[in-house]
């Protein structure tokens, strides 16, 4: 890890301790990115995995326990070309805030992390972190939640509602919220989530229903067991999408989920990646390299077209009201 970005826990510690209002102070000044980045695209750092108690990283069970370790690996990783943003709880975000490592980004909160890793109760994602509110307050650029369902949980459909009304929460505020959808089982006890093409069409499908209006809202996707039916998943929604990183796997295996990344990119409504301990906690522990490789697939595929970054009369559809217009 570059010595550059190495972070002094003890000083977070006592500036909290001495000054909790250099938080509000940091955000209140915070020079805001672009959601999405100008050429129409969203490479995202993903690191809200601790605030629900899911540790593991890389070949560490609590990798992600060493908060002064997982603040080092996102100042380096946002330090890098063509990454446009954070998406975590508010503790890391406050530190990242007071580290000055927010500037220029777009921040995403994170907002439902009550379905604790490993907990009989893991399907209920309260809403346990930011409210649509909080985030405007912070002049933070978007929300994300996480929709887990399971048809043989009546408790699901608690949690579908919850999100439904967070949408529209958000939607009134003009704060763009990514869901993050998927259906899951649990198997002798143990939670499984389905990645077979039907199983995740379908929850685009769910996801993108929600709330009165879907105006402010994208879909973040997973890519599917076989990538090769992303295609038609995809083309469940017109919604923008970004895809789900997951985990690149052993050393070695690095090449063949880029090469997935590369492929879903290339889907007419995905926009970009979030992702997290694939990109944080490479195999090789380059940090760097696995960002920089990130942001080269993301950015790549940027389509050339204006229509890409904005629907107009080139691809048969009314332009907005004024697109085109002279005063």
């Known amino acids: 890890m570059n010595a550059a970005h190495a972070v002094d826990a003890a000083a977070l510690a006592r500036l909290r301790a001495h000054h909790p209002e250099a938080v509000a102070e940091a955000a209140a000044r915070r020079r805001r990115g672009p959601l999405p ?12 995995h601790p605030a629900r108690g899911a540790l593991g990283a890389g070949r560490g069970d609590h990798a992600m326990a060493d908060r002064a370790g997982l603040l ?11 990454v446009d943003g954070v998406l975590a709880s508010a503790d890391v975000l406050d530190d990242l805030l007071l580290l000055g490592a927010l500037e220029g980004k777009a921040v995403i909160g994170s907002m439902n992390r009550g379905g604790l890793a490993g907990a009989a109760f893991e399907l209920d994602d309260r809403f346990t972190g930011f409210r649509p509110e909080d985030l405007a307050r912070s002049r933070y650029d978007a929300g994300k939640l996480l929709l887990r369902l399971d ?31 998927f259906l899951c089982r649990r198997v002798g006890g143990e939670l499984r989530t389905d ?12 996801a993108s229903g929600l709330g009165g209006t879907s105006a402010y809202t994208w879909l973040k996707v997973p890519v ?22 997951g985990p690149v796997g ?5 090449e063949a989920t880029y090469e997935r990344w590369r492929t879903a990119l290339a889907l007419p409504t995905v926009c970009g990646l979030v992702a997290g301990r694939a990109l944080l906690y490479p195999p090789d522990g380059d940090v760097a390299a696995a960002v920089d490789t990130a942001a080269a697939l993301v950015h790549a595929a940027a389509r050339t077209e204006a229509a890409r970054a904005l629907p107009g009369r080139s691809r048969g559809l009314p332009a907005p009201r004024g697109v085109g217009e002279h005063p």
């Open 151 to 181: 048809y043989d949980d009546p408790g699901s459909l608690t949690t579908l509602h919850a999100a439904a009304r967070a949408v529209d929460a958000m939607a009134a505020l003009r704060l763009p919220v990514f869901v993050e959808p």
């Open 195 to 206: 990645l077979g093409a039907d199983a995740v069409t379908t929850s685009l499908a769910v």
């Open 224 to 245: 599917t067991d076989d990538a090769d039916d992303m295609a038609r998943v995809t083309a469940a929604s017109t919604l923008p999408a970004v895809l789900l990183g």
């Open 250 to 254: 052993p050393a070695g295996e690095g």
């Open 72 to 82: 080092a690996r996102l100042r380096l990783g946002l330090s890098r070309p063509g």
């Open 37 to 48: 980045a100008p050429d129409g695209r969203l490479l995202i750092l993903a690191a809200d």
